[in-house]
């Protein structure tokens, strides 16, 4: 059965405290491997596709990285800003959803 | 450019009650078409998904069905909604499966 799996479910940082989300998956067929962020009341909105094992892309305080089984995505010294549910996403044309992580920046 | 739309913005329906939303993609040719649902506080259901005219992939076997009439047009319905329906519905569109998903601003349903 096709899976998204992330952790923590939520987490609370300090501005200026970095951290990891992770987004473990099993899924038939993989041609993308997505990252995007949900303010509350919105549409996910698009940060980062990868494709392959090894792959890094950056913006701005973000980094999200790919393994086989695996993505995180970084986030350093992060701002209130940041503050936003983070989805992580996979498959090819069926496109699988995990559960998002909660991000709280503390001023 | 691109554009999704999506309508209406929230919604109240009795249950029992039938149920149409709908979806339109304008910029592009033969996109990828998806319904999701998200509950309160979740991730995101994917319930259909349409890789072109006439071809529907459902993933929730409850009281939803997808139509897509036209290219660029995705049709969510039911005949009787359930308490269960309640939720946000995002409509979303791709080029291809390896590219990402755009989506539109969805819909607040609540079914009472």
């Known amino acids: 059965e096709d899976q998204v799996t992330q952790s923590p479910e939520a987490l609370r940082l300090q501005e200026g405290e970095s951290s990891s989300l992770n987004c473990s998956y099993t899924v038939s067929g993989l041609r993308g491997l997505f990252w995007y962020r949900q303010d509350p009341g919105k549409g996910p909105e698009f940060l980062f596709t990868l494709y392959s094992a090894g792959e890094e892309k950056e913006k701005e305080r973000l980094k999200a990285t790919l393994t086989k089984k695996e993505s995180f995505l970084h986030i350093t010294a992060p701002k209130p800003e940041d503050s936003a549910t983070y989805l992580c996403a996979a498959g090819d044309d069926k496109i699988i959803f995990g559960k998002g992580t909660r991000l709280h920046i503390l001023p | 450019s691109q554009t999704i739309h999506q309508w209406p913005a929230t919604l109240v329906q009795p249950v029992g009650s039938p149920l149409s939303l709908e979806c339109t993609v304008e910029?592009?040719?033969?996109?990828?078409l998806y319904w999701y649902r998200q509950a309160a506080g979740r991730g995101l259901q994917l319930l259909f998904y349409?890789?072109?005219?006439?071809?529907i992939s459902s993933e929730v076997p409850q009281n939803l069905s997808a139509s897509r009439p036209q290219d660029r047009q995705f049709i969510l319905s039911s005949k009787k909604l359930l308490l269960s329906d309640s939720g946000f519905y995002l409509c979303?569109?791709?080029?291809?499966?390896?590219?990402?998903?755009?989506f539109g601003n969805g819909t607040r349903l609540t079914v009472t």
């Open positions: 349409s890789v072109g005219i006439g071809q």
């Open positions: 910029g592009t040719s033969n996109p990828n």
């Open positions: 979303a569109w791709s080029v291809t499966g390896d590219s990402p998903l755009h």
